[in-house]
């Protein structure tokens, strides 16, 4: 059977993953305390106040080791296994139908207030799909793309939308050019492996479905749209087609975003005007928590880890690289490897800062005998393993992730021009290189006499 947002409720509820939670909770004041607060479990919402018959699915994954279980891989090998998939595709197939057709509703019967948008932070400008993934093409090529964008309820057809200067935003701009609105598809509620597509990074041209298609094991099946010339899932939960008219800006934002901050490139950015909403009869919401260490981290964390695997792995040819992983706040990432020579992390170090992603400005490479898992063992290894002195190296004068609060913003929301200058840093936490035994045995690591042969569960 096809995977869906079903197939993963199901999996996560076999796996003892999710809580069903039947008492009522009220999206707007509600459900996204409670969403922040699961960060081991999934959470299904079954009676949600104001939205008789509704239910939604969150922290659905709520960590890493979730996302371990949609990939069938395990925690330790869910990066390296993610990073040999990114370079293979499964191309989508057509087919005329499917479930997210049943129920199909035009002009001003949509009405996206009639859904449970829930609302994320405290200081959030109103209600956020946050589970919609976009789909929009390339005027020139006819070519697909697939991405994550926020977008704020602004009436019964109308939201905004943050498309930060990449790939959708190029669409959009070819649009602008020539002064036609720019269609769009969102669906909202799918299997975690089509927002893991979404959430990569990839060359311009090259359709995240396909990833999605290598990532499932299968083909994504696309149905067409009703009114606007795009393909979406079939097995969807919701689907709406709408267009962003050319030039329009308004007021958008803040919404609680991934660092943790309302930091968030509010201000003048798109609209969208929804002209077409497609569903199941029985539709299940999405409700995705943003923020550092919630569902949205995890869509950010296992992509980017990946992506930096796949690239510092082959610097110099080859490196004894263990793994990678993403810090918390999204701005840091660990790089697990056994250096051989001296310098050779921080030659891996400058790999991971300067990768598809602008957010890590904090590289640490840390040996094989610290848990990446572990963020305390990762600041042992920082208090034990580094000299400032030598192993710090701080570059100044790079360009920052645009939400960085710790950079100087530049330029305008909205636009081509928006940025953030600011520097990063390399810590190598390793130990001595192997090509230094004497060295290197001064950092063994003590371990008591029959470590990992004498059990406390036998003693008890
Ligand atoms: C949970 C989550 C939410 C995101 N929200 C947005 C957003 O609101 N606007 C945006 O432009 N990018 C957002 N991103 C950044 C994504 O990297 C981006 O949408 C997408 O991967 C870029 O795809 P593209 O390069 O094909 O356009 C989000 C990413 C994640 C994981
Ligand atoms: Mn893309």
């Excluded at 799909?129 to 093409?137: A, E, P």
Aim: glycine share 8%.
């Amino acid at each position: 059977m096809p995977k869906d947002m079903r197939s993963w409720i199901t999996e996560l509820e076999e796996k003892g993953e999710l809580l069903r939670v039947k008492k009522p909770v009220d999206p707007q004041t509600e459900m996204g305390a409670l969403l922040y607060q699961s960060r081991d479990k999934g959470l299904l919402f079954e009676n949600l106040k104001g939205f008789p018959g509704w239910k939604s699915l969150g922290m659905a994954p709520a960590n890493v080791r979730h996302a371990a279980i949609a990939f069938g891989t395990t925690l330790e090998g869910l990066i390296p296994n993610v990073a040999d998939r990114l370079d293979r595709r499964i191309p989508c197939k057509m087919v005329s139908d499917g479930p997210v057709k049943e129920v199909k509703k035009f002009g001003n019967d949509v009405d996206l207030t009639s859904l449970p948008v829930h609302r994320s932070g405290q200081k959030d400008a109103g209600p956020f799909i946050t589970g919609g993934l976009c789909v929009t093409k390339d005027p020139d090529t006819g070519k697909r793309n697939l991405s994550f964008h926020r977008l704020q309820l602004k009436g019964k057809n109308k939201t905004g939308a943050l498309i930060v200067p990449r790939h959708s935003f190029l669409n959009l701009r070819k649009y602008e050019e020539r002064g036609i609105p720019m269609p769009i598809a969102t669906f909202i509620g799918h299997h975690p492996l089509y927002y893991m597509a979404a959430a990569f990074t990839v060359a311009y041209g090259m359709d995240e479905l396909e990833i999605a298609g290598e990532f499932l094991g299968e083909p994504v099946r696309l149905v067409k749209c009703e009114t606007v010339d795009l393909e979406v899932p079939c097995d969807a939960e919701i689907v709406l087609e709408g267009h962003i008219p050319p030039h329009v800006r308004e007021d958008e934002g803040p919404f609680a975003e991934f660092q943790d901050y309302y930091v968030a490139g509010m201000g003048k950015n798109p609209i969208v005007e929804w002209q077409c909403m497609t569903m199941r009869r029985d539709a299940i919401f999405k409700s995705l928590q943003n923020g550092s260490e919630v569902e949205g981290c995890v869509y950010h964390k296992v992509p980017m880890s990946a992506a930096i695997f796949r690239r510092v792995r082959n610097i110099g040819g080859f490196v004894d690289l263990k793994n990678v992983l993403v810090q918390p706040g999204i701005f840091g990432v660990a790089v697990q490897m056994t250096p051989r020579y001296y310098g050779e992390a921080k030659n891996v170090l400058m790999g991971a800062l300067s990768s598809e992603y602008f957010h890590p400005k904090i590289a640490i490479a840390v040996d094989e005998d610290v848990n990446i898992f572990s963020e305390n063992d990762i600041l042992w290894a920082l208090s034990t393993r580094v000299d400032p002195e030598k192993d710090i190296t701080v570059i100044p004068g790079v360009r920052i992730h645009s939400m960085d609060a710790a950079a100087r913003e530049m330029g305008v929301v909205g636009q081509l021009t928006w940025q953030r200058f600011g520097s990063k840093v390399l810590i190598d936490a390793t130990k001595p290189p192997t090509s230094d035994p004497a060295a290197r045995s001064q950092f063994e690591r003590v371990k008591p006499i029959g470590f990992g042969q004498i059990l406390l569960k036998d003693f008890l």
